[in-house]
């Protein structure tokens, strides 16, 4: 699939597709072009990967995918 975006092609600066929500995404500084994940996703696994490895509880893990989906809802507008 050619990419549409014109931006900097060099650094892949520009909008790529999140592997996991589809949601278009920028790099905003959590390797979002690297990894091919929107900041959203990202997080979400880096709280399961902690649950996964019993770091925190299912009710911290839960209450922080609530955070992230409230900011989520946000930055949809």
């Known amino acids: 699939?050619?990419?549409t975006d014109h931006?900097?092609?060099?650094?892949?600066g520009g909008v790529i597709t999140c592997l996991v929500c589809g949601?278009?995404?920028?790099?905003?500084?959590?390797?979002?072009?690297?990894l091919e994940m929107c900041r959203f996703c990202i997080?979400?696994?880096?709280?399961?990967n902690s649950f996964s490895d019993g770091e925190i509880t299912e009710e911290?893990?839960?209450?922080?995918?609530a955070k992230i989906?409230?900011?989520r809802e946000a930055a949809d507008g």
């Open 23 to 34: 949601r278009k995404t920028r790099e905003t500084g959590k390797d979002e072009t690297n």
């Open 43 to 48: 997080s979400e696994n880096e709280w399961l």
């Open 60 to 65: 911290e893990y839960n209450e922080e995918l």
């Open 7 to 12: 931006f900097d092609k060099f650094r892949r």
């Open 69 to 71: 989906a409230l900011e």
């Open 1 to 3: 699939m050619p990419r």
